[in-house]
C-alpha cells in the first residue's frame, strides 16, 4: 500500500498579487476599462488642481473683514472670522466654556469607549448614557447650581446641529427597537399599536413633523403655557426617527434564524433575557450597515429645524452670508458647511467599518 | 441491557395522554400515548413528515399540542409560562442544525443559561462547563467561536452545552442528520457515552446502529400515529407492522 503525499504549496504567479496584481485586474483588465482609468484620472487631475490653487494656495486664512481677502483665491477669512458664532450661535460668548466643557466631555467618554484596551468600559458608559445627559443639560441651560440661564433660542451652530444629532440618536435606537420588538409580538394589542405609530411616523415628511411640533401644537395648548421650541424639535425629530429605526431593526430580527430562538428557548431563556443576550447582539452586528446610514440621514436631516426659526450650523452660515459685509463669500460657506457635516458622516461610517469587523465572530 | 428488568420500579418522567396537534387543518399528531421512565433511553423513528420532531418538540414546549396532556417530571405543560421555564430547565435539547450561538464563544455558550437561568455564579459555571467540554473532548476548543469549529465539534458543543444545565432528560432531533459522514461517529460516540451514564433520552434518528446499541425501546412513527414500539432486538428482527417492516427494508437494504 503506497503512502498519500500531499504536493507541496507553491506561491502564485507574481503579476497577480500585490499592487501591480491588484492594478492589472481592478483598473486595468481590458482596453476599455484602461481607457476609463486614464480618463477619471485626468478628471480627478483637474478637480484637485483646481481646488488646491483656488483653496489652498491662493487663499487667505485669516482676518477681520473682507479687505483681508486680497489674492483672488477662496476668502476663509469669512470662516475664521465667524467661528465662534458658527460653533456656538448665540451663546453669551463669556459663557462659552461651559459648552466647551460639555463638547470635551462628550469627546472624552467618545475615545473611551471606542479604544479596544480602555478599562471600566461599563462604568463609562453608564455615565455617558445616564448622567452625562443631565451635566450637559445644566450646564447648557443653566438656571440652577448659581449658573447662569442661557435660553435655548440663543443656542445655535455646530453646537445646535450636535444636541439635536445626539439625543436623536441617543433616544430613537432604544425606542426603534422597543417598536420592532413590539410590531412581531405574538399579543395583537402591542402589535397594533406599534404598527400604526411606525406607519404614521414613516408616513409623514419631517418637515411637516417638525411645522406640527412648532406651530399647531401650541394651539393646542392653555394660554401661558409655554414649551421650549427646541424641546419640541427634538421630540419630534426622535419620533420620526425612532419609526425608520424600528423598520432598520426588524430586518435585523428577521434574519436571524428560527434556530437560535428555539435554542435559545430549550435552555429555558425568558424572553427579555433571549431577546438581549441572543437574538439582539447578532441583529444588531447585522444591522450596523442599516443604522449608521439612518443615524447618517439623521445626522443631516437636522438640518431642516431652520424651517422653525432654530439655527443650526448651515442656518447660521446661511444667515451669516446675507451680512452686507460678506457678501459674495457663499461658496466658501456652503464648502465649510459642507466639509463639517461629511467629516463627521464619514467619521461615523468609518467607525461603523471598524465596529463590523470587529465583531465579526466568523458568522455560521 | 438489563434495562427492562428493573423498569417497574423506576418512575416515569414524561406522560404523554392522548396527545393532538394541528398545523392549521393539517393534523400531525394523531392521539400519542407514550411514558418514558426514567433513565430510559428511546429512539424514534420513522419516514419525514411523520410527526417525531413535532412530538419531542412538544415535549418541551417549542410545539404547542391542542388536546390531551403533556407531564413532565410531575408537571403539567399548560399555557403557563412558569411551568414551561421550569420545564424547559430541566429538558436538554439538541438540534440537527446544532443552533450554538455564534456570537459567543465555546465556553459562553455553555455557561450561558447556567449564570443567567440557574442564577449560577459564573467561575463554577465556567468549571462545569469546562468539565463537560472534557467530556465531549473538546475543551482545547473552548476560547473559540463556534464558526471556527467543524460540524462534529458543534454538536458535540451543543451536547455539553445543554448537560451544562444539568437536566434530567435530553432530547436529541436529529444530532447527526446534518453532518459529515466522516463526523457522525464522533458525536454518536458522544450519546453512548452519555446514554451508558444514566441519562433519560429521546432520540429522533435514523442511526440503526445507534438504536441497536442503546436503545431500550424503538418507536416508529408514520403520519402522525405511533405505530409500533418495541425493544430493539425484536424491532428490527421481527416487526409486526406492515409499514414498519416496509420501511425497515428500505432503510435496512444498503
Redesign the interface.
Known sequence: MSAFKPLPDLPPPANTVGPIGWARSNLFNGPVNSVLTLFALYLMYLALDWFITWGLINADWFGESREACTSGGACWVFVTARITQFTYGFYPEDLIWRVDIVFALFAACLIWLMVDRSPAKGWVAAFTLFLFPFIAYFLLRGDAFGLESVDTHKWGGLMLTLIIAVVGIVASLPIGILLALGRRSDMPFIRSVCIVYIEFWRGVPLITVLFMASVMLPLFMSEGVEFDKLARAMIGVVMFQSAYMAEVVRGGLQAI?K??Y?????????YW?MMG??IL??AL?LMIPGIVNTFIALFKDTSLVLIIGLFDLLAIVQSALNDPKWLGYSVEGYLFVGFVFWAFCFGMSRYSMRLERK?N???? | MNATNSAEDRPVIIRLNGVNKWYGSFHVLKDINLNVLKGERIVVCGPSGSGKSTMIRCI???EEHQKGDIIVNDIPLTNDIKNI?IV??E???V?Q?F?????LTVLENCT??PV??RKMPKKEAEEIAMQYLERVKIPQQALK?P??LSGGQQQRVAIA??LC?NPEVMLFDEPTSALDPEMIKEVLDVMIELAESGMTMICVTHEMGFAKTVANRVIFMDQGQIVEENEPNEFFHNPQNERTQLFLSQILQH
Do not use: C
Open positions: 434564524p434556530g437560535q428555539e435554542a435559545a428557548q430549550a435552555l429555558g431563556l425568558s433575557k443576550l441572543i447582539p447578532q452586528k465583531l465572530t466568523g458568522h455560521r | 418541551n414546549r417549542l421555564d424547559r430547565r429538558v436538554g435539547m438540534f442544525h443552533n450554538l450561538f455564534p456570537h450561558l443559561a443567567w437561568v467561536y464558526g471556527q452545552r445543554s444545565m
